[in-house]
Each structure stands twice: as C-alpha cells, then as structure tokens.
C-alpha cells in the first residue's frame, strides 16, 4: 500500500500543465481573454439597449461559447495542476470566485441555447448580470 507520509508522486503530464498553468504567456494569455471577454460583453450590452426589439448577431453568440470553453479549458487546468491545493492553499478565495464564475457561465451558455432569444426580457437580464461577474475576474 501506499504511505500517506510519502510525498505524492507527479505524473509527467501533471508537471507539464503545472509548468504551463505558471508561465507568464499563459497569465498574460488568459488575461487578454478576460479583457476581451468584458469589450465583447460591453458591446452586446450596447448593442442589446440600442437595439432592444432585436435579437442579438450570431457572432454574441459564438464568443459566448468560444470565451465559455476557453475559461473551462484554464480552470480545468489548473484544477488538474494543483489537484485539492486549488481550494485549500494560497489564493483560494480567488480560485474558488474563479471556479464559481465558470460555473455560472456555463450555465448560462447552456440556458441560452435551451430558453429562446425571444423569451422574458427580465430572464434575460438576471441571466446578463453574472456577464457583470465576469468582468470583476479582471
């Protein structure tokens, strides 16, 4: 059996993301998402008051989905790297907002695809403010 005392034993691909999840280019890359993640929803939010009895471009649509598996993709990254530390240790707070942003964006990604564009406007609304959520991931 195994020792709990003995320190875990990494992979070779569990180094290689922790490796990748610390590198500047990841941050730096995962950063600019989130900066066009929050232009992208400040310019649906425009559009959607400039043209409120008009359904939203198709392109709204795809960076939804583009931004929503690009977020689950870094999470589910650094979930495997840092395994139960992503919870427990340093930066916790922060991971678990994180965890909790993705979360509700993929649910709102799903919804949009089962509730029709041409539902209740104040369905619409509760589901565009955690779009305000993700802003603050910045």
């Known amino acids: 059996g195994s020792n709990l ?3 875990e034993k990494k992979s070779g691909a569990r180094i ?4 990748c999840v610390r590198h500047p280019y990841f941050e730096w890359g995962f950063g600019f998402l989130i900066v066009l993640n929050s232009l992208v929803f400040g310019a649906q939010t425009d559009y959607a008051a400039r043209s409120p009895s008009t359904s939203s471009p198709v392109v709204f649509k795809v960076f939804e989905v583009f931004f929503c598996v690009m977020f689950t993709l ?3 990254l650094r979930i495997f790297a840092k395994r139960c530390g992503f919870f427990t240790k340093a930066g916790k707070a922060w991971n678990v907002f994180d965890f909790l942003i ?5 649910i709102e990604v799903m919804l949009s695809f089962v509730i029709p564009e041409t539902s209740t406007d104040a369905l619409k609304q509760n589901l565009s403010v955690t779009g305000l959520l ?3 991931r910045l």
Do not use: G, T
């Open 5 to 7: 005392l003995e320190p």
């Open 16 to 19: 290689f993301v922790e490796r």
């Open 74 to 76: 870094e999470l589910s």
């Open 102 to 106: 993705v979360l509700i964006q993929q």
């Open 134 to 136: 993700r802003i603050l």
